[in-house]
């Protein structure tokens, strides 16, 4: 009570004093009160908020991890590291470098380049000092990195989680925190052949991961804002016209229409030309069609693209990655920072977690059992400019596989299937048949381990038998090296095959060589 | 001016009108106020200070990265992958598995486990939804999970960052965000023998490091607790005594002392009682000795310590790393959740970055140059208990290896050391000597990537071959097949050894075969 009386006071009087208050920084734009001032008026309440005992007092513990995140338990963390080698081999296959950034930037770094997505930006409490947030994706930090370095040329991957406060359906394989594998190439090259190289790795990991048919597809910013020219889209809506675009892999047209119309003001016949275009699918002869007709060659930034996705093409059969590659005028990814090539890789294989069974108008009917997106890229020539203190560009072109849906489906692979997933690599396992081998146990397996052999022992002075036998069949250990009074005495092991239960007594000298010659192949 | 007018009648009527309102919500403690108001003011005051322009409008964009935080580059993310290599290589040889939890936690997971280091944790800002906070260390999170699981039995190991709000010196490789290696072993199991085998790891992965000679001091909460009880530390005091005791490493004991007895109202007696004990080093001789001091004696818990250490010593002796291994009663480590054994290894090496040149009283003359902790650990038998709904505990005990230091350290001897880190494994460049020759030099990278050769082209029609070469001797790629119309009519390559400047032809059928065996130790 009166403590309260005493905090209502004070605020209040703090506030109004500000009004006629001698100031010591200077103000923005509203003279009379400093953001210093709010900060300390903010704290106190903050305070009083503590002392109430947080959210009302209403606290029980809850034992879970954080709305759209998960833990990885050892047989997600096997699936996973077997998707990583993958891909990480066809990056290295590609000359890729690595590098890594931290996991949160100077909120301002992030400021302005995702457009409408700005809003799931996670933010860090300010407790003092810099204002952060946790990375939206790997790009605009690599474009950081490279303006901050003056680098200017470099092929580079980075694997690592960004954070993105969605709503995400988790059943698909959406999260919160999710990886991202991002493969990039920036420098000034020849026009094509870094994006066709992308296109190219995209192929390789999807084919390789054997997630079942894909496609991916391409189109051009500059076709799309060519083509909302062409179609009357007034210049100031060409961003949030594209958002909606955007949304055709998850809404129906008639849905996009409403919205472009009712929502952000468009005209209903500017809505039906764009409608047109963004049924068109091909490859290089829709190109050619479309550099010949009559509206959208009147573009300028459209002809330029679409020339750009025919020299694509001939790079791309060069790469003989033409089988799985659409052009498809209704690709557009929705972040700010694209400037040229965009493209998306969906699976499209059936009974794989449906995202969707609306197809846009004029869709492949293949497409209405897409699975949803598991690469993303395109060219963004100007994001390290603004950077840069001198605007200085460096063209990059990068593409990020969508890791997380593709661990799912792996995990709905691994248990339809009858093979056990591994967990650890152990070799051997150290057992005793007797009481009181506890030393002679911890005497071999340093003996092993000091040979490079992976192997464990019970952490018991007198194990049973059957439970250190037990143990192997359970985590597919494929020996036991057993020790025993007699064993001792003769100076041999005796090493117990776990598939077939054979034993064999194995003199001590020989012993490193047999448990390598039998598990070479694991 | 009106808007902020406006604000101050809106902010003070407000919080004013609080006394006489009709609330709608029960109260903690303070009749006349809710929480959800409280948080209204403060949502209405950030927003002002957003239109304020944030910090004064004081806006110069900064191009850095966060605060204590920093960028590895290709060349250190060489060095990096090789020391996990490492440390996964020990922690797989000893059977574990891994797992990976989010980098962030529920606020509440995190609260009371860190004692006075709890005040470095980074909290996410509350944009709404639950409260997070960033993980300020591996083991707790991973509590979490054995709690929420039921898990009663593992060994897994678990690398990836963590986050605090330090002031760290980043000379000697501390930051705020940093990598740890955990390994840890949960489980009821005979004593000692678990966290024998921690000390074994720690022992195998620094003498793997090379990074020069070590020490891993141990002691056990319980030493320190029947220590403090027998010198007439009050119960209550025990923590901040300890926290106080942990800062040996840093400071002189005179300082230490001054802060127990000064700051934290010990009395000079008992500082100096508590003086000759933590001034003790040795091995299974001084538990032995202890055993039997008059005073130490008296405290059960002391002895049960006591014991412990001689039985740990005992399967040291068996794992053969006593040569390291100091009982070291100065050791405090200060988190909150340790229960039983402690221990710490630092560098003991000369000439690395050392951390202080002041030692504490009585410590041998080679801990003056120690470079301070790189690895550390202990026993926590209460922590998963505190996170189960029924309390059941789950014995744990476990390590984790500080790499940030051991990175400085290798990057270092790296750049000492005359040898060039390779950033890249291609083993071979596409190249061609004349003009025209773009799509010939795709369609055999092609070949190469489908064969899983690392290969690279130059991303330009006509790239001079000058440059072309010099990109492979900068780069370290060993060979290139260089490519001109004569080889293309004679169906052969020409292959270059880039280190011997040696020219070959090979007949396109054979070229695999010949890159594979001139580069199959690369």
Known sequence: MNMLGTFCVRTCSGLMGLRTANLFRPLHSFPGITVAQIDEEVAKLLELKAQLGGDDGKHQFVLKTAKGTRDYN????????????????????????????????????????????SKLIYDLKDQGGELLSLRYDLTVPFARYLAMNKITNIKRYHIAKVYRRDNPAMTRGRYREFYQCDFDIAGQYDAMIPDAECLKIVHEILSELDLGDFRIKVNDRRILDGMFAVCGVPDDKFRTICSTVDKLDKMAWEDVKKEMVNEKGLSEEAADQIGEYVSMQGGMDLAERLLQDQKMSQSKQACAGLSDIKLLFSYLQLFQVTDKVVFDLSLARGLDYYTGIIYEAVLTQAGVAPVSTETPQGAPAEESVSVGSVAGGGRYDGLVGMFDPKGRKVPCVGVSIGIERVFSIMEQKAEASAEKVRTTEVQVMVASAQKNLLEERLKLVTELWKAGIKAEVMYKKNPKLLSQLQHCEESGIPLVAILGEQELKDGVVKLRVVSTREEFDICRAGLLDEIRRRTSEA
Do not use: C, W
């Open 74 to 117: 050892p047989k997600q963390m096997a699936i996973r590291e077997k998707v990583f080698n993958t891909i990480i081999r066809s990056f290295k296959r590609h000359g890729a470098e690595t590098i890594d950034t931290p996991v949160f930037e100077l909120k301002e770094t992030l400021t302005g380049k995702y457009g409408e997505d």
